[in-house]
Structure formats: structure tokens, C-alpha cells
């Protein structure tokens, strides 16, 4: 057999070493920080960039595979640790169960240099690993990378990356966990009433070493009233009596996934109700897509979008029997502005930006041309100038009407997103890490909700025989609807005046008298000939581009004040939390923005009463706010690492615990002092 082996070996090697296939990954070393400190370390990190539909393998490779391994060669007196595994996935390959990883996994190992280290170190390492998809190869790298000795500057282009990497790593488990083997059946109970009453929406156990546990079988969830019990089907050869160790892998219902590092010894496992699967790869895509759904229905009662509710108003009264067509327009805007939004966002991502869930309103350019479009729609409503008359009868359902229908479900997402309503954070959680296709069917889910009772219009249009008949009330409703973009406006400009300080708000104060000339100049040369028409026009013409102009220039001022940051708590930075969390002391985590109308609701209604205060200092609460009006990497990564993509999200560390309790988006006073244990 041996020979025959070596002989099909022997003639499969001529072939290919002719045809060398391109390697499936493609590895690089990245080094934390600029330099290293003698007798200091430094982290680097092995980036595997692997291709699309294959993948590597993590420390136990499950039934099938090999782990990738790295061989360090460093400078006399250095020395270099294990490699720090960040949580595996389950890949099921026919019968089989793989754990390992897909797309760019960062594995990370702490090097240190000897006291009299100096100069530049060369840092080589060979390294080799096994990519598989329906086949396996395997592929090896020589890489090197220079560090100089020095002192210790961390590197800001790779910090979000690092912090990225390390989210993904294991936690020590807070939990005493047992097992109990019995025939077929392996039951691991972790003992937390917490966990118990959390309900994780996904469980699994990633077995440290080999043949402790049939991989590929299914594992199920049960829930008792003081813990969490896993039963897995055991390998024929565990025996009880040792320890076993691995991954404990909690997927929550607000879309954060923690991985926990257990040590289980035998002992007593409570009885409990096995009805499902842990987990299971589509199903929760569909339940992210059902979240999606209902989230975007809620949005449009969120604080965030009653502004906007003024123009859906109007377009309802100026339905009348004919509105199905423009039902569907809206719809469609809707559905395709959050579709380009979120893809948007998942490509910019996947580049290395560290964005999330409204971020187009970080940017101070933006802000103010929301601000400029919400005033000058405005001034529409107010008959300052016409762009399609609104007259008692008039159809609207031609060309026009459906384009402004489109336009209109258009910007009520624009001004909309940068808001999270309850059950969005799961999804969109879910959809910023998955590929493009699952986070597309996300996104035009979170669409469809948001557009749904229009929608519903267009498939039922006898909805609309309980609206009002158009009428001369339309033109009074019409101006009186101007207020609330006039107060949207406002609110835009006070937004831009916590990211651009005053002399963006002037800028803009600036643009918006221009724009009403432009209006003006519109309206009064309607009536003339087709020759001053024409003048007029390119009158308004000039006076709009110089209004964008003026704030085309404008910039994130860092010295800006900002209410959010300051009103309540002290500024969040990772730093501060770790040194409070080292010392046990209980920390609240407020991640705002003050574009986030919800965010500032939640202060105001909650967070800021004297009841709230008050246990806050009882119980010696200190209080940080992580405020994202401008982008900050180091708290995109904090919202990365508790499964969300926007604001706003409310952590709370209790003394020495190791993961934080993540509150509802919609805050009470009750919920917040439960949380706290007050």
C-alpha cells in the first residue's frame, strides 16, 4: 500500500508542478504597535485573507483538517507566545463538521523583547495551513516583519483592527460548569440564573481537543431556572472523570455573540426541556429578516422620524382614490434607499472603515445638506415656491406624482437611518457579518417594514376611502406641515453645531437665507415671459450652487462642545473603562450621538431624572458616554463588540463581571434601575 501510495505520488507531481494553482490564502504578519520597548511586548497578528467559499481551520480542526501552526524566528533573548485563537465557526462539509474560519481571521501572538534589546528586529516566521472547500490544500508563507526597539507607540491606521481581533477572542467563563455523561447523551450545564434569564438565541460548544464529541451531530439548547444545560452526543471513547475544556458560544437576541472559555468537571446536571437546535446557520437569517421586518415598522414612530411623518401626511391627503400607484413609488424608494444604505455601509466596512448605522450623519457636509433639504421643502410647504401644484382634486398619479412619491420615501430614510428601533439591532447586528447577499435581503426586509403601511395602500387601496377627500382644507394642512421641517431644520443645524462648532452653523444659517432667495426668485419669475423665466431660473440656479458651495468646505471640528459627551457622565475612552473594570468598580456605558433624536429622548425622559441619579451615586455607578456624533473608531469597535452597528446602546459592567448587561434601546426608569440592581 505504501508504494503503491508513493507511486500515485511520484506521477500526480510532474503534473502539478506544471500547473501550480493560484494559493487560496494569502497570509501577512501586522504589528500593533510602531515599536517596542525593551523588555516590553508587542502584539502582531498573522492576517489570513482567505478566498471566497474556503476556509481554515482553528486549533481543533473538528473531524476533518489541520490548524494552521507558526514557527517564530526571532532575535537571541526574544520569545514568542501561543497563538490566541479567535472563536471558530461550525462548517459542515457533507456528513462531516469542520471548525475553522472564512474570509480574513486575524490570529494574534504576543512577542517579547529581552531588557537589552535595541535597534531593529527582524521577526520571521514560517507559517502553514490547510485551505479546503471541496478539496484541501495545503499552502505555507516565509513572511518577515521589522520592529524596531524603541519606545512603544501604538500604530492608529491598524488600532481598529486589533480591537476587531481581540472582540473575537475568548473570555473566561464567570460560570462553575459541569457535565454529566450518561449512555449517548453528554449534558454541559453552566450554573447562571443571569444566563438563564437572558435566553441566548444561539448556544454552541466548540470542544478544545479531538474526539470528545460527535461534531456534526445536532446540540441542543434547555433552559433551567438557574443556568444554561447543552446536551452534545459524545465520541465512543470519552470516558467521565476529566476535565473538558472548549468554547461556550452565546449568540444573543440583540445580535452580540460572546465566546467563553470553559473548564468542565463532572458533576450534577439539572433535568431540562430539549427542544431545539442551538443553532442553525439559516434560520437565523430568517430571523433576522423577520427582526428587520418589524423593526422597520416600529421605526416609523420612533422619535427620530416623526419630522418626516408631515410629508407622509401630505402625500396620504393628496391621495385621494388614485394614491395606489404612488403607495408603491414610496415603497420602492424606501425599500431601495435602505438597500443602497446598507450595502454602503457593508462595503465601506469590508475596506477597512469604521463606520456603522448612521453614519452619513458624521460627517458635517452631510448634515448640513440634510439641513438644506429639510429647509427648502420647508419653504415648498409654505407656498414660498411650487414644484407641482397641490389643489383640491387634482390627480396625482402621473409622471410627477410617482417621481415625488419616489423622492419622498427617499428622504424619509435619509433622515430615518441614523435611528435603531427596537428588534434592528439584531438584524443589523446579524447583517454587517454576513456577505453581501444575506445583508441585502436584511436590508430590503428593514425597507419593506419601514415602507409597510403605504405599502399597504398600494395592495388595498379601498384603505383609502377612510382618508379625508381632497379638498381646500389641503392647502391649510399643507402650510401648517411646513412647522415640523422648519423644526427638523433646527435640529440638523444644532447637530452640526456639536461637529463643526459655530462657525459651521453660521455657514450654514448662511446657505439657508440662500436658499430662500433662490426659492424667491423661482417663484417671482413663474408669471414672465419664457426669456425671464429662463433668467429667473438660472438666477435660482446660481444662488443654490453658492449655497452649497458655502458649506461644501465644512469640517469636524475636535474642539466643538458636545451636550452629549458632557452632560451626564465623563467621556468614554476603552482606557477608562479597563482601569474602572480592573478595580471592580460598577460602570454605566451611555453610546450616544446627538443625532440620535432616540439617544437624546432616553436622556432626557430617563437617564437624567433624580431617581436614576440618585442610585447611580448609591451605588457608586460611574457613568461614561461613548459619544459617536463624529466618527470614533474606539467606540465603532465597542458597538462592534456587542453586536451592534449604530447608536444607541446602553452597557451595564456590574462589579468583576466579565461581560456587560445590554439594555433595551427604548430606556424606562424601572428597566434601568433593575438593570442596576437598585
Not at 485573507?49 to 517564530?72: F, Q
Not at 490547510?130 to 505555507?140: D, N, Y
Request: neutral net charge; hydrophobic residues 55%; proline residues 7%.
Amino acid at each position: 500500500m505504501k508504494r503503491l501510495l508513493l507511486l500515485l505520488l511520484l506521477l500526480a507531481a510532474p503534473a502539478a508542478a506544471q500547473d501550480a494553482p493560484a494559493p487560496k490564502v494569502h497570509a501577512r504578519l501586522v504589528a500593533e504597535d510602531k515599536a517596542v520597548a525593551p523588555g516590553g511586548s508587542i502584539t502582531i497578528a498573522l492576517e489570513e485573507k482567505i478566498a471566497e467559499g474556503w476556509h481554515t481551520y482553528w486549533k481543533n480542526p473538528g473531524d476533518a483538517g489541520a490548524p494552521t501552526e507558526i514557527a517564530w524566528t526571532v532575535p537571541p533573548g526574544w520569545t514568542a507566545g501561543a497563538i490566541q485563537w479567535p472563536r471558530p465557526m461550525r462548517l459542515p462539509v457533507g456528513p462531516l463538521m469542520d471548525y475553522g474560519y472564512e474570509g480574513t481571521p486575524w490570529l494574534l501572538t504576543k512577542l517579547t523583547a529581552p531588557a537589552d534589546a535595541s535597534g531593529t528586529a527582524a521577526i520571521k516566521a514560517h507559517v502553514t495551513w490547510l485551505v479546503c472547500k471541496q478539496i484541501c490544500i495545503p499552502e505555507e508563507a516565509d513572511l518577515t516583519i521589522n520592529v524596531p526597539v524603541g519606545k512603544a507607540v501604538p500604530d492608529p491606521a491598524v488600532a481598529k483592527d486589533f480591537a476587531a481581533a481581540r472582540a473575537l477572542l475568548p473570555l473566561a467563563s464567570p460560570w462553575e460548569v459541569t457535565y454529566a455523561l450518561a449512555g449517548t447523551t453528554l449534558d454541559v450545564y453552566a450554573a447562571a440564573p443571569s444566563l438563564a434569564a437572558a435566553h441566548p438565541t444561539t448556544a454552541d460548544f466548540f470542544p478544545a481537543h479531538t474526539r470528545l464529541i460527535r461534531n456534526a451531530a445536532p446540540q441542543l439548547v434547555g433552559y433551567v431556572q438557574d443556568g444554561l444545560v447543552l446536551r452534545l452526543t459524545p465520541a465512543a471513547v470519552l470516558k467521565s472523570g476529566g476535565a473538558i475544556e472548549g468554547l461556550l458560544v452565546l449568540g444573543s437576541s440583540d445580535g452580540s455573540v460572546q465566546a467563553l472559555g470553559v473548564k468542565a468537571m463532572p458533576g450534577a446536571v439539572p433535568p431540562a426541556d430539549f427542544t431545539a437546535p442551538a443553532s442553525g446557520g439559516d434560520i437565523s437569517l430568517w430571523l433576522a429578516i423577520a427582526f428587520a421586518l418589524l423593526g422597520g415598522l416600529i421605526l416609523n414612530v420612533m422619535p427620530c422620524v416623526l419630522p418626516i411623518l408631515a410629508m407622509k401626511a401630505l402625500s396620504l391627503a393628496t391621495h385621494g382614490q388614485d394614491g395606489r400607484g404612488e403607495s408603491f413609488s414610496y415603497a420602492a424608494g424606501a425599500v431601495l434607499s435602505f438597500a443602497a444604505l446598507g450595502l454602503a455601509i457593508v462595503v465601506l466596512r469590508s475596506g477597512g472603515d469604521a463606520i456603522g448605522w448612521g453614519f452619513q450623519l458624521q460627517n458635517p457636509i452631510a448634515v448640513a445638506g440634510f439641513a438644506l433639504l429639510v429647509f427648502a421643502v420647508g419653504l415648498n410647504l409654505s407656498g414660498l415656491f411650487e414644484v407641482g401644484s397641490v389643489t383640491a382634486g387634482e390627480k396625482l398619479a402621473g409622471r410627477g406624482g410617482l417621481i415625488g412619491a419616489f423622492f419622498t420615501g427617499v428622504l424619509a430614510v435619509a433622515v430615518a437611518a441614523p435611528c435603531t428601533a427596537p428588534f434592528m439591532a439584531a438584524a443589523l447586528g446579524f447583517a454587517l457579518t454576513q456577505g453581501a447577499a444575506s445583508a441585502l435581503a436584511v436590508f430590503v426586509a428593514l425597507g419593506v417594514g419601514f415602507a409597510l403601511p403605504f405599502l399597504l395602500l398600494g395592495v388595498w387601496p379601498r384603505l383609502l376611502a377612510f382618508i379625508p377627500k381632497p379638498g381646500a382644507w389641503m392647502r391649510t394642512f399643507k402650510q401648517f406641515l411646513a412647522f415640523p421641517m422648519y423644526a427638523a431644520a433646527a435640529w440638523l443645524v444644532w447637530v452640526l453645531a456639536q461637529e463643526a462648532g459655530p462657525r459651521g452653523v453660521a455657514l450654514v444659517l448662511m446657505a439657508m437665507i440662500l436658499i430662500a432667495l433662490a426659492a424667491w426668485l423661482w417663484s417671482k419669475t413663474r408669471d414672465l415671459s419664457a426669456r425671464g423665466r429662463g433668467i429667473g431660473a438660472l438666477a435660482a440656479l446660481a444662488v443654490v450652487i453658492a449655497a452649497l458651495w458655502s458649506v461644501a468646505g465644512l469640517k469636524t471640528n475636535a474642539a466643538a462642545p458636545s451636550a452629549s459627551s458632557t452632560k451626564l457622565g465623563e467621556a468614554y475612552s476603552p482606557e477608562k473603562l479597563a482601569s474602572l473594570r480592573a478595580v471592580n468598580r460598577a460602570v454605566f456605558v451611555d453610546a450616544t450621538a446627538a443625532w440620535c433624536i432616540t439617544c437624546l429622548v432616553n436622556e432626557d425622559a430617563v437617564l437624567s431624572k433624580d431617581s436614576i441619579t440618585s442610585a447611580f451615586a448609591a451605588k457608586k455607578v460611574t457613568y461614561l458616554v461613548a459619544d459617536w456624533t463624529n466618527q470614533n473608531p474606539a467606540i465603532t469597535a465597542l458597538l462592534k463588540e456587542n453586536g451592534r452597528s449604530g447608536v444607541p446602546l446602553y452597557l451595564y459592567y456590574a462589579p468583576g463581571a466579565k461581560t456587560p448587561v445590554i439594555l433595551p434601546q427604548i430606556l424606562t426608569e424601572s428597566g434601568v434601575l433593575a438593570a442596576i440592581g437598585s
